[in-house]
């Protein structure tokens, strides 16, 4: 239905909302190949995966003041439903590959029990309960005639969806023309033990930051304890190599581990001393100063073998022709894309410089299309509030190409 609705959030994208719209475009290219399989196989409509652009503008690691998360924006609850778990570790409402079939199997029961796409996405949004509110309010099933019971922003939310699957499906129609991104393309291995992500990158001959790229449910810095068989993607034609390599990695750096939540009173040295560990490695694994005090209720993990955590060096068979080819064609897609938030640091760092009074690391972050300040903070894992101090920002305005203070 196109009407006077639609044709307002089609105009914003063409005009105040184009660069949002084109980032989106961009992204689809990435995400849709996968999208598009999934609401296949789950029987759901193609074009609905047009609705991940509204809710979540294709960000895996998406947060809503509402606690939602990731591609398809589900809380803790609804995502358990369908099968979305998570923990310190790990948050499979980020998984681009389990949360679009979660979704499409949440819209496929929605479409059940309402028998109209429109009203499913109103319930999507809102939940099922307001949407039979509405319809009792208004004795109409008809989306449009009872939308004006429904919430303030789902008003506006099938109209958007609808703004932007024409949009999508028609690009060119509406005056864009943007190249999308390469599509995803990985192999998967099981792993068995908790391994650093830079060990399994120099397994796989890549980066830290493509690794957590190709698994954003990832939280922390390894693949998670006591979870035997793990799916870990990694770039498509490496498995080979990658299984040669992790065979050689030395069992050290194969550990488990515990999460410590600091009472009231404890220092590092008395948490290290009942774990049975150095204080100077409890502090390397939570990135601490080992003089630093920690705070009442922070986590900390705790290595379970008492293993060094350093990454020592062991021999990787690489082949460094293919992986230049690799690295420098990835680089070169590259120039002009928006970085996800809680990829790897090294993706937008500048500059690092030693500050030879505390000790902290001073980055540079050049602002690319597309960048909020809460999703760089979300990169480095700082505040915005300390973002906007460091670099002496009133409101949340930022601009292409300018040089952001960030402190570590």
């Not at 398809?72 to 609804?78: D, L, M």
């Not at 949360?99 to 099922?128: C, I």
């Not at 305005?397 to 960030?406: P, T």
Request: net charge positive.
């Amino acid at each position: 239905m196109i009407n006077g609705h639609v044709e307002q959030n089609i105009h914003y994208l063409q005009g105040r909302g184009r660069g949002h719209f084109e980032h989106w475009l961009y992204m689809a290219g990435r995400f849709f190949p996968i999208m598009r399989k999934a609401f296949r196989d789950e029987g759901v409509p193609e074009e609905l995966v047009y609705l991940s652009m509204i809710e979540s503008g294709l960000n895996p690691v998406a947060h809503s003041w509402a606690r939602a998360v990731g591609l398809w924006q589900f809380v803790k609850g609804t995502g358990r439903l369908y099968g979305l778990d998570g923990n310190f570790w790990y948050d499979g409402r980020r998984d681009f590959e389990k949360a679009t079939h979660a979704a499409a199997r949440h819209l496929k029961d929605l479409h059940s029990e309402f028998g109209d796409w429109y009203l499913s996405l109103a319930a999507y949004n809102s939940g099922a309960g307001r949407v039979h509110r509405a319809i009792h309010r208004s004795k109409s099933t008809d989306f449009w005639k009872m939308r004006r019971h429904l919430p303030r922003e789902t008003r506006n939310y099938v109209p958007q969806f609808i703004a932007a699957a024409v949009m999508g499906l028609n690009p060119g129609n509406f005056g864009f023309d943007v190249a999308p991104a390469a599509p995803l393309s990985f192999e998967t291995v099981q792993i068995d033990e908790c391994v650093d992500l830079a060990v399994l990158a120099r397994c796989a001959g890549t980066d830290v930051e493509m690794l957590r790229e190709l698994n954003p449910e990832l939280i922390q810095w390894c693949t998670p304890p006591a979870m035997k068989g793990y799916s870990l993607r990694i770039p498509a034609g490496t498995s080979s190599m990658f299984a040669a390599n992790y065979a050689k990695v030395p069992d050290e750096q194969k550990r488990d581990w515990l999460v410590h939540t600091v009472k009231r009173g404890q220092s590092l040295a008395a948490i290290a001393k009942k774990y049975g560990i150095p204080a100077s490695l409890l502090a390397e694994v939570n990135h601490l100063s080992s003089s630093r005090r920690v705070r009442t209720g922070k986590s900390l993990v705790i290595p379970v073998s008492g293993a060094s955590t350093s990454i020592s060096a062991y021999p990787v068979e690489v082949d460094t022709r293919e992986h230049a080819t690799r690295s420098k064609r990835h680089k070169k897609k590259s120039v002009n894309r928006v970085p996800l938030p809680d990829r790897a640091a090294t993706l937008a760092l500048q500059d690092t410089q030693k500050d030879a009074g505390g000790g902290k690391k001073s980055l540079s972050y050049k602002v690319k299309r597309g960048d909020t300040l809460y999703c760089i903070a979300s990169t480095y894992r700082v505040s915005v509030a300390k973002l906007r101090s460091w670099n002496n920002i009133r409101g949340t305005r930022i601009r292409i190409g300018q040089a952001l203070v960030i402190n570590s």
